[in-house]
């Protein structure tokens, strides 16, 4: 198993451009969020979906989308990239929603937003 | 609103010494579950222990156990004997169950520093 795998692995953008971070799992987990993490601060939930067609919004949503068309894909669009958004993001899955699984994080995909 | 605290930003401990890390939460899920991730320095999340919330005892693994207080809402995480490979960031998490629609949030963190 590949596990968690997010592409690309760093990424540089000019503001106002768009962009998709590509995630996968190949676990066939429900469950799978995106977060992202500011220098030395903590993870901060973006979207997460417990299952294809399923989406909702975390803690900091704005300026991104997602969708989930398939158990194993779950990407994160960028619509206008701003320089607040600049960050590592992570893509996560886990098992049953229902359950208390831990989570699989991916590498993270690096951005910076110029 | 589902909330977790980690107090610490950063904590010191000496080589074979044992460390504990707070964290704190907020829910009004009845079910939940919580969770510490370990980050070094390299960036992966290294998943370290899980408590639920309608476990009895106290999880350990290894040298990692969580000091689980509900009535107070705390989930401490304490390491024993400390390593020098142990010094990273620590992230506390909680998921709530279908009233939270099973998201899970983090702390802030604590780096923790072994000294040899």
């Known amino acids: 198993n590949a596990g968690v795998t997010q592409t690309p692995k760093f990424q540089v953008l000019k503001t106002g451009q768009s962009m998709t971070l590509q995630c996968a799992q190949d676990?066939?987990?429900?469950?799978m969020s995106w977060y992202r993490q500011d220098p030395g601060m903590g993870l901060r939930l973006i979207h997460y979906?417990?299952?294809?067609?399923?989406?909702d919004q975390g803690e900091v949503p704005n300026g991104y989308n997602v969708s989930r068309s398939t158990t194993e894909d779950f990407p994160l669009r960028l619509l206008s990239a701003a320089p607040s958004q600049t960050s590592v993001y992570f893509c996560?899955?886990?098992?049953?929603?229902?359950?208390?699984?831990?989570?699989?994080f991916g590498p993270g995909t690096r951005l910076t937003v110029l | 609103a589902q909330k977790i605290t980690q107090t610490q930003p950063g904590m010191f401990v000496q080589e074979k010494e044992a460390v504990t890390l707070d964290c704190t939460y907020d829910?009004?899920?009845?079910?939940?579950?919580l969770f510490w991730y370990k980050q070094p320095s390299s960036g992966e999340m290294i998943f370290l222990i899980y408590?639920?919330?309608?476990?009895?005892q106290n999880a350990t693994e290894g040298r990692y156990s969580l000091n689980f207080q509900k009535a107070r809402k705390s989930a401490n995480l304490v390491i024993s004997a400390s390593q020098l490979g142990d010094s990273a960031m620590y992230f506390c998490?909680?998921?709530?169950?279908?009233?939270?629609?099973?998201?899970?949030?983090f702390g802030a963190g604590t780096r923790l520093f072994v000294k040899a």
């Open positions: 979906s417990v299952g294809a067609g399923i989406t």
């Open positions: 829910t009004s899920d009845p079910s939940y579950g």
């Open positions: 408590q639920g919330s309608y476990d009895q």
């Open positions: 998490a909680m998921r709530e169950g279908s009233t939270g629609g099973f998201k899970t949030i």
């Open positions: 676990m066939n987990h429900e469950y």
């Open positions: 996560a899955s886990s098992l049953a929603s229902g359950g208390y699984n831990e989570q699989f």
